[in-house]
């Protein structure tokens, strides 16, 4: 999907005419379709070289104020030996692709032999493939927005059950949207991150998705990308909320101006989702979490010749609650029944 050339090729050799506009909600496809908006003439974002500040790890920590405090990051060029990464970092440190995909591909390195093995799927071609990153033990919070005519216009906070990483690893992906009510500094905290990071990242008309590290003596900056948060995030975001992503996305590549604002109401009721596994041990239908749970959305099905979707996932669920913490706690439970098949401690909602 990131060769350029090949979808430009693609697109041309079908002659489909009048072109609307392009748009991606994969991660990888972010700056061909930039590149396409300027080769075709279509509305949109067509700056190639700014889409690489919000793709390319390396180049995105390096272009931050220096106030946003951020993981140590470097490229990892072919034949970098262990010691060299492991002092300059510390140990643990993390490899990932320098361009990301969704927590594949990415590990964490301890010793030289997991340092040969987290590079082995990578191609060996190329200087700037391959970033590591310094270690951030924390938990990790997200924040959703639309950045249109240089300012912040809307926002939305949730946390991760586990890190997406732990999630590649067999863990349960799944987060939930908190309460500015019961929270109101940190999300102030939150929003002004993403004003520092996206301003001097220069930034388009944008859905936004922001990563960070809750630490106890402050955030850190994880990453940021210009496109559609991942998962089921736009489908809670629009039952909590009434905010509609997709449409957002959709009408700022086809040229349109939406103008804030989009939706402030006080949600009466926080929602979450997960993506749903094969438990680690025995087996699980959609009937046995029906009777363990209360759904508002749940889609299962983990027979033989059932599809595996993103981080191993063969079902989603929705769940939401009137109190974001309680919510929490459920999402807890829900992934740890998942995983395990043991729906001990589990929680119903009302």
Request: hydrophobic fraction near 40%.
């Amino acid at each position: 999907m990131e060769n350029v050339q090949e979808v430009l090729r693609a697109i041309l050799s079908e002659q489909l005419g009048e072109l609307a506009g392009v748009l991606s909600v994969h991660e990888m496809g972010v700056f061909p379709a930039a590149c396409l908006r300027g080769q075709l003439g279509l509305p949109g974002n067509a700056d190639a070289r700014r889409v690489l500040n919000f793709r390319d790890k390396y180049l995105q920590k390096s272009l931050l104020p220096s106030d946003v405090r951020r993981a140590r990051c470097r490229y990892l060029p072919v034949g970098t030996p262990y010691e060299e990464a492991a002092v300059d970092l510390g140990t643990p440190f993390v490899v990932k692709p320098a361009t990301g995909a969704g927590s594949q591909r990415t590990s964490v390195v301890r010793s030289p032999e997991e340092y040969a093995r987290a590079l082995k799927p990578f191609s060996g071609r190329s200087d700037v493939e391959v970033v590591a990153e310094s270690f951030i033990d924390a938990p990790e919070i997200y924040l959703d927005g639309i950045w249109q005519h240089g300012a912040l216009q809307w926002s939305s906070l949730s946390k991760y059950h586990k890190s997406p990483l732990s999630a590649v690893q067999s863990n349960v992906l799944a987060a939930y949207v908190l309460d500015r009510r019961q929270c109101p500094e940190f999300f102030a905290r939150m929003e002004a991150m993403a004003r520092r990071v996206l301003a001097p990242l220069e930034a388009p008309d944008c859905v936004f998705h922001m990563e960070a590290f809750q630490q106890a003596d402050g955030l850190t900056f994880g990453e940021c990308a210009v496109r559609l948060p991942g998962a089921l995030s736009p489908r809670v975001n629009q039952l909590t909320y009434g905010v509609d992503l997709i449409d957002i996305e959709i009408a700022l590549a086809l040229g349109e101006t939406p103008e804030p604002p989009y939706g402030h109401r006080t949600p009466d009721r926080f929602h979450g989702y997960l993506l749903l596994r094969r438990p680690r041990v025995g087996t699980l239908t959609q009937e046995d979490f029906e009777r363990a749970f209360s759904f508002d959305e749940l889609h299962y099905s983990a027979g033989p010749d059932a599809r595996v979707g993103p981080y191993g996932s063969v079902g989603r669920a929705v769940v939401s609650d009137t109190d974001a913490s309680g919510l929490g706690d459920t999402i807890d439970a829900i992934a740890r029944f998942n995983e395990t098949g043991d729906a001990r401690g589990s929680l119903s909602l009302t």
